[in-house]
T-cell receptor, first 115, second 115 residues
């Protein structure tokens, strides 16, 4: 079974602080994909990153960085020097090579950045 | 290029009525997936269409149906609406399926309220 767990329901940080969002997943697939999406109040899910199961290289994009650890089945997302515009709900998602484009989403982490 | 377009953005319907939601994917994308988002259940997969064929279906009653046209536009229909169908319905557009998939781009959603 595919499952994504985001244990942090809500996080509040003061602007310029770093924040890490946790994501733990379960899957029996040997090939799978992990994603992070941002959902601002407008409702649209904004794609942030896709990671393949066979690529454990960490990635940095500006203030965003992702740490994928297959051994612990985790895919964490860190925002460095947070800004008010980062306030949103962040979703981690999983799709398997055998499940087409069906995404299994976590319950999301609501991030509030206080100015 | 234009993003994923969902219409209408907001709908208010009465119990027992039916509703049709529309999704126009990104040009060149052939896969359209639909998700229901509610505060209690989170993001749940409804179904996926690829090349006018339903490829995958989530665990929803038969009142929820969909179709895809030759131009890749998709519609989903909910018949005999219930109060619990009130949700944000999100459409995702992808270029291909499975291993061909790079990432899914989401529309802003249709917020359906059933009264």
């Amino acid at each position: 079974a595919q499952k994504v767990t985001q244990a942090q329901t809500e996080i509040s940080v003061v602007e310029k602080e770093d924040v890490t969002l946790d994501c733990v997943y379960e899957t029996r697939d040997t090939t799978y994909y992990l994603f992070w999406y941002k959902q601002p109040p407008s409702g649209e899910l904004v794609f942030l990153i896709r990671r393949n199961s066979f690529d454990e290289q960490n990635e940095i994009s500006g203030r965003y960085s992702w740490n994928f650890q297959k051994s612990t089945r985790s895919f964490t997302f860190t925002i460095t020097a947070s800004q008010v515009v980062d306030s949103a709900v962040y979703f981690c998602a999983l799709s398997g090579v055998n499940t087409g484009n069906q995404f299994y989403f976590g319950t999301g982490t609501s991030l509030t950045v206080i100015p | 290029k234009a993003g994923v377009t969902q219409t209408p953005r907001y709908l208010i319907k009465t119990r027992g009525q039916q509703v049709t939601l529309s999704c126009s994917p990104i040009s060149g994308h052939r896969s359209v997936s639909w998700y229901q988002q509610t505060p209690g259940q989170g993001l749940q997969f409804l179904f996926e269409y690829f090349s006018e064929t339903q490829r995958n279906k989530g665990n929803f009653p038969g009142r929820f149906s969909g179709r895809q046209f030759s131009n890749s536009r998709s519609e989903m229909n909910v018949s005999t609406l219930e109060l619990g169908d009130s949700a944000l319905y999100l459409c995702a557009s992808s270029r291909g399926q499975g291993i061909m998939n790079t990432e899914a781009f989401f529309g802003q959603g249709t917020r359906l309220t059933v009264v």
